[in-house]
């Protein structure tokens, strides 16, 4: 074994893949690029995501509470990337990267039309937020794209890398 930097530490625990979460504020959607999310629960399902307080995003989710994550295929990994690299402080992401927003059922905040999948989301916890910039989202309406057959998704390593979904394999679960 060799010593890693603990700096470094993220790269190897990144959890799922990269997402897009779309907020909307004074009638204005914004997009942006996230990777700091998990799982905390099944039923309702229950997403943790970190949001910078630096982010254009932080500010709309904390006053609306509601946003939704969008689940992009590889074959968007550039623009997802483009949208990551600026504010939407200064920019329609939307328009400026050719993302194609729509309304969604539950929420203010849009789908995006090219992504496999949509969960629409309103804040259900912001205890660790003032801290940790923490946010727990409850899902509240999902969608999936059937058009878009065995998306691979994308999965952030740091630094501009990235690992691409890889082969499936099934091992016996006791799980459902």
């Not at 932080?58 to 609306?64: M, N």
């Not at 992401?93 to 309103?122: D, Q, S």
Request: with cysteine; aromatic share 6%; net charge positive.
């Amino acid at each position: 074994m060799k010593e890693l930097p603990l700096s470094k530490v993220y790269q190897l625990l990144e959890p799922g893949p990269v997402v897009l979460l779309t907020t909307a504020r004074k009638g204005r959607a914004n997009v942006m690029t996230m990777s700091w999310h998990m799982m905390v629960e099944f039923e309702p399902p229950l997403v943790a995501c970190v949001v910078s307080s630096a982010n254009h995003s932080f500010a709309a989710l904390r006053s609306t509470r509601e946003c939704v994550i969008a689940v992009p295929a590889l074959e968007l990994a550039p623009k997802v990337v483009k949208v990551g690299n600026c504010s939407g402080r200064d920019l329609d992401k939307f328009m400026a990267f050719g993302l194609t927003p729509i309304a969604a059922a539950r929420v203010a905040p849009p789908l995006v039309a090219e992504c496999f999948a949509n969960l629409e989301c309103k804040v259900a916890d912001t205890s660790l937020v003032k801290r940790y910039n923490l946010f727990v989202l409850e899902v509240l309406k999902a969608w999936r794209d059937p058009a878009q057959k065995n998306p691979k998704t994308i999965h952030h390593q740091g630094y501009g890398k990235f690992i691409v979904d890889g082969e499936t394999i099934k091992l016996k679960s006791r799980m459902r």
